[in-house]
Nanobody, 116 residues
Framework: QVQLVESGGGLVQAGGSLRLSCVASRTIFSGEVMGWYRQAPGKQRELVATILSGGRTNYADSVRGRFTISRDNAKNTALQMNSLKPDDTAVYYC???????????WGQGTQVTVSS
């Protein structure tokens, strides 16, 4: 079992930046995928970005070019968010799963609010 803790959310003006962090309770193994998801009020949770232990990344079209997912170390996964828009407002969740695996583990979420 693994615990995930997100941090770094907050209130920011449109065009601003935030950096989210996800700290895992153990080393992230090869063959595991770390991801950031978000959920706005009344909407389904959606994929934002993923990264494999080898470094391959994937982004939602809505954030590509503005957000960057990275592995800071064996236990921490960061999401750098630039040029933020009001539509980015949501609770952001960290996720760990195996490649082609199940839902895996979720953090508690961190709120990101972008004002106009």
């Amino acid at each position: 079992q693994v615990q995930l803790v997100e941090s770094g959310g907050g209130l920011v003006q449109a065009g601003g930046s935030l950096r989210l962090s996800c700290v895992a309770s153990r080393t992230i193994f090869s063959g595991e995928v770390m991801g950031w998801y978000r959920q706005a009020p009344g909407k389904q949770r959606e994929l934002v970005a993923t990264i494999l232990s080898g470094g391959r990344t994937n982004y939602a079209d809505s954030v590509r070019g503005r957000f960057t997912i990275s592995r800071d170390n064996a236990k921490n996964t960061a999401l750098q968010m630039n040029s933020l828009k009001p539509d980015d407002t949501a609770v952001y969740y960290c996720n760990l799963r195996q490649v082609f695996g199940s839902t895996g583990y979720w953090g508690q979420g961190t709120q990101v609010t972008v004002s106009s």
